[in-house]
């Protein structure tokens, strides 16, 4: 039987791996800032906890044994890849593709378009879903950290304290960003900024598909 000082030590050494990897810009970071920049600081907010809940589906298959049967299956792996690959070409061209936007002065800077709450749960979800870095991640994290003894309700538990951890750091970064002074620096270029960020999700999207090839 494995103590709860000995929980606490894995959980804090988890923790201590996590809190670096979780400020290191990606996908995700760049989708949460594009949505306060584009749509507000609400969309960002409710994109954060899509990509939280992300997050706890990883974690929840890599306990149940399914991530370790999707790193050792080629097609499957790939097909995430690709899948991960197509989805971030997709929010790059429809990024590019958006008109010029202005801030609305009437509703404290808010944005002209709006993106519905479960749409802007499911673009952070599937985001961070569709990543297939989080397979191999977790599952080496766990693997060297985490007692294979630990019972699954506790590993569950350390998951839920990690996605709590990457939702506070997207808040914090949502907070920021959809601040009136930053948002207006970033508006002023307009049409530019949509440009920049949906070149941003297509190259992130043909990086992810050349490191596939690469796999291959």
């Known amino acids: 039987v494995i103590s709860m000082s000995a929980y606490v030590a894995e959980f804090l050494g988890l923790m201590a791996v996590f809190s670096v990897i979780i400020v290191a810009p990606g996908a995700d970071f760049a989708l949460v800032i594009r949505q306060c920049i584009v749509h507000g600081r609400s969309t960002a907010l409710i994109t954060s906890v899509g990509i939280g809940m992300s997050l706890l589906f990883h974690i929840s298959y890599t306990i149940l044994g399914i991530g370790l049967i999707v790193s050792k299956s080629l097609l499957l792996f790939s097909a995430l890849k690709w899948a ?31 993106v519905s709450g479960p749409k802007a749960f499911a673009m952070g979800f599937i985001t961070n879903a569709l990543n297939p870095k ?42 920021f960003f ?3 002074p930053v948002r207006r620096k970033f508006l002023t270029y307009g049409r530019a900024f949509n440009r920049i960020t949906g070149a941003l999700f297509i190259g992130l999207g043909v990086r992810l598909a050349l490191a596939q090839a690469k796999a291959n």
Not at 85 to 109: C, H, I, K, N, T
């Open 134 to 175: 989080p397979v191999l991640f977790f599952l080496s994290l766990f693997s060297a950290l985490v007692s294979p003894h630990t019972p699954a309700v506790v590993q569950f538990s350390y998951g839920l304290g990690m996605a709590t951890a990457l939702i506070v750091w997207f808040v914090g970064v949502s907070y």
């Open 178 to 180: 959809a601040s009136r």
């Open 84 to 114: 991960g690959a197509a989805y971030l070409v997709w929010l790059g061209v429809q990024s590019w593709r958006e008109p010029a936007f202005r801030m609305d002065e009437s509703s404290e800077g808010a944005p002209v378009q709006s």
